[in-house]
């Protein structure tokens, strides 16, 4: 995990840190990044936490790994599951914890990361969504870049970004109030569950926290690089779906084509992401791509 730490916070010593984590893992054929995955849990300093691991029937060894932390495992399963918005749900209703969250097995949390979000927690009771920052790290764990959360709001979700999933601690009467998470979807799962839970809240129970919580996995044949155009297709069906004004739902529409565009520039077709900026009529940033492919002739 390198030197990634989230103990650079200093928590308050006279902080009443209470909160009860439910951490959901789901995997499938992840064996090689697995065992990082669990140790980043078993190894915070804050020990309040309740952890379940569901693997999809995966056949490359991970079951081997389950069965070496089983000692901390609250529950865990190898078998079919239909999917990671299946897992998780599935877990989060077989732990206890009045907060939940839930961790790929190809991402690792940082070292202290609990006792932070738990001191903020106790610091500020009325909170009922707590998001950090978290690093971007190549297949190998070496750090490429941090994604640091400046706003979490409606308007924020709904230009097409979205929070950094690893980062993201829900509490459980929200979610207990709402459907969970939308098993039909397998790449927008997490923002759609963030629209809708974000819409819920007032401003004064979200704390944006700066600290990086978590590392996420970002290499070739990830979901994070891969289906971009599912994704997209995806989102403008919770776009559709969702209980918007007009005016946030033709904004949400040009914000899921946006980053649909810029995916396609970085991981995909140029030319396809300059069919998408037409489509959604993003001008502004169609104009600075023609720009950038000018001055290179």
């Known amino acids: 995990m390198g ?5 650079r916070y200093r928590s308050d010593p006279g902080a009443v840190t209470l909160a009860t984590f439910a951490i959901a893992v789901p995997s499938y054929n992840q064996a090689q990044f697995l065992d990082e995955c669990i140790s980043s849990i078993a190894s915070q300093s804050y020990r309040n936490f309740y952890l379940a691991v569901g693997d999809g029937g995966s056949s490359d060894g991970s079951a081997a ?13 190898s078998e ?6 299946a ?15 839930w961790l790929n097995s190809d991402d690792y949390y940082l070292p202290g990361a ?5 001191d903020s927690i106790a610091q500020h009771p009325e909170v009922r969504l707590v998001v950090g920052n978290c690093a971007i790290v ?14 979490c709001t409606l308007q924020y979700l709904l230009s097409g970004r979205s929070l950094p999933q690893p980062a993201v ?26 629209v809708r839970y974000v819409q819920s809240l007032s401003a004064n129970t979200i704390l944006r926290l700066n600290v990086t919580l978590a590392a996420s996995r970002e290499y070739e ?8 155009g599912e994704k997209a297709q995806e989102r403008l069906k919770v776009v559709e779906n969702a209980q918007l004004s007009d005016a946030l739902r033709r904004k949400a529409r040009a914000g899921v084509g946006y980053v649909w565009a810029l995916d396609e520039w970085r991981y995909g077709s140029r030319v396809r992401a300059l069919a998408v900026f037409w489509r959604f009529k993003c001008w502004n940033a169609a104009f600075l791509v023609w720009r950038i492919l000018a001055k290179r002739k």
């Open 3 to 7: 030197s990634l730490s989230a103990d």
């Open 65 to 77: 790994i389950i069965e070496k932390w089983k000692h901390l495992l609250q529950q865990w399963y």
């Open 80 to 85: 079919p599951d239909g999917g990671q918005a």
């Open 87 to 101: 897992a998780v749900n599935r877990l989060w209703r077989a732990l206890p914890g009045e907060w939940l969250a």
């Open 114 to 118: 609990f006792q932070a979000v738990a």
């Open 138 to 151: 190549d297949r190998e764990g070496r750090q490429t870049a941090v994604k640091n959360t400046h706003r």
């Open 169 to 194: 601690f829900f509490h459980r009467s929200v979610i207990d109030n709402m459907r969970p998470l939308d098993e039909s979807l397998r790449y927008a799962l997490d923002w759609e569950l963030l």
């Open 221 to 228: 044949g990830t979901k994070s690089s891969t289906g971009l």
